[in-house]
């Protein structure tokens, strides 16, 4: 399978299963995608006499071409087709026995310390905070059993990861500290790396959290939305006071106190700001650096759901985004945008890009009382309650359903282009958008493949490369 296609003046040719990416001239473009209605189209070989078609039809479009010329890219194709670089087989969905679920082996864990929040956010996917259910707060002993349990159920891996979740984890600040002691008392007895990361809104920050986050935590997620007045329509305090002159200087403080060290801003955009890279733009010249922009997922009812409407400015934005990105990179001040991270060369094995994140089977979510779900996203929904940090899992069917989630358990995978980049989409998200962790969720699908295609197009533009 292949994906071509034109973005920004490149013409680019995504070869799907080795994941090759060609950077051509439009013959070579058109003749590509000529080929491509004959393999892919007609399921076939290309034959001398589709050549032959091929090369008229090459002649006349582009009269600066010759038979010859267009010999020489016919030369191309093939060698990268015998290079496995174009028009490449996918060698696992032929052997789906390949594709057994993982190792029980845990890896990381979402540490939910608050069921509580000091903001309203009406978009809130946790109910501001309490997911549904009652508030709470997460006691020492239980954050202690949690590590224990993540270190006992990690088998021989080093490096494990533990995420500080809420609502909003400041709010039970000594037990972070506790966690975090305790987690590095467990590294020097069983030889293990814990990475700790602090998601947070903001509002509780202090000059000793800062100290001590920028200390202890490997990663910091940040949540601001971008403009004031886009920010503060939805993030409120529970006095209705918008929170964007509060938490954006301790932000700014954290970030220059943390001096390189990872983290990265985390906005939500909606229905109502379509504009979002604007935000983006907003918080680079607040200063920040490591930017992320994630659409909303909300019942289609909502107010707030993005809609069909929607899309066509969505595209505009993300490719917008992709050019200034560029433009920002040439003068010297680059930006990291979370989805547009992307390795050509030495990015996830091919296990990873078929499975996914790992959720139900090497990621659990802990909720103050101890309960075990897949991942943060699910917790409240009783159905998928795993176990619990003392007992462990016990409910093998969904850790093996989870573990058999791949990319070939969705039907609607087949034929997409960006399956090995996604690797099936959120569960999460499929879940709640079509009542099974199976099911696709179409509407952030279109959204992944624009957001692939600039992603793409950025890394060709950095190399400029030459393709066949």
Not at 140 to 152: K, N
Not at 284 to 300: C, K, N, W
């Amino acid at each position: 399978m292949i994906h071509p296609y034109r973005l920004n003046g490149y013409n680019i040719v995504l070869d799907v299963n080795s994941g090759s990416v060609h950077c051509v001239d439009d013959a070579s473009y058109d003749i590509i995608r000529l080929f491509c209605a004959v393999i892919e189209g007609e399921g076939r070989e290309v034959t001398e006499e589709d050549r032959a078609k091929i090369t008229a039809q090459i002649l006349e479009r582009y009269p600066q071409e010759t038979a010859s010329s267009v010999a020489e890219v016919f030369e191309d194709i093939d060698e990268l087709q015998r290079l496995g670089q174009l028009f490449s087989e996918d060698l696992f969905a032929p052997h789906p026995e390949l594709l057994k679920p993982r190792a029980p082996f845990v890896k990381a864990l979402c540490l939910h310390v608050a069921h509580t929040c000091n903001l309203s956010c009406s978009y809130c996917f946790a109910s501001q905070g309490n997911f549904h259910g009652e508030r709470a707060v997460m006691t020492a002993e239980t954050a202690r059993a949690a590590l224990d349990f993540l270190v006992r159920e990690s088998g021989s891996h080093y490096n494990l990861d533990v995420d500080f979740f809420g609502g909003e984890p400041l709010m039970n600040w000594d037990v972070v500290k506790e966690t975090v002691r305790y987690g590095r008392q467990l590294e020097r007895e069983h030889n293990k790396n814990i990475r700790f990361t602090l998601t947070t809104n903001g509002v509780g920050l202090t000059d000793e959290i800062i100290e001590f986050t920028n200390r202890e935590m490997h990663n910091v997620v940040l949540s601001l939305d971008g403009r004031r007045e886009v920010h503060d329509r939805f993030r409120r305090t529970m006095g209705g006071q918008g929170s964007y002159d509060i938490i954006v200087p301790k932000f700014q403080k954290l970030v220059q106190a943390r001096d390189g060290g990872e983290y990265y801003m985390r906005g939500t955009f909606t229905h109502c700001n379509p504009d979002f890279t604007e935000d983006i733009k907003h918080m680079a010249e607040l200063g920040f650096d490591q930017l992320s922009m994630e659409p909303v997922v909300t019942d289609p009812s909502d107010p707030l759901a993005l809609t069909e409407a929607d899309l066509p400015l969505l595209y505009e934005q993300y490719e917008e985004l992709a050019r200034w990105m560029l433009q920002r990179q040439e003068e010297g001040r680059p930006v990291t945008f979370y989805h547009y991270m992307l390795d050509l060369e030495g990015g996830p094995c091919i296990y990873k890009r078929i499975a996914g994140c790992g959720a139900g089977t090497e990621y659990y979510a802990v909720t103050p009382w101890g309960d075990l779900y897949p991942c943060h996203q699910f917790v409240g929904e009783e159905k998928f309650r795993m176990g619990n940090i003392w007992n462990g899992i016990d409910a093998a069917a969904l850790q093996e359903a989870f573990g058999r989630n791949n990319i070939y358990a969705h039907e609607e995978c087949a034929d997409c282009w960006a399956k090995l980049y996604c690797s099936g989409g959120c569960a999460a998200n499929a879940y709640h958008g079509t009542g099974s962790i199976s099911g696709v969720y179409e509407y952030g699908c279109r959204l992944f493949r624009k957001r692939m295609e600039c992603a793409i197009m950025m890394k060709v533009a950095e190399t400029e490369g030459n393709g066949i």
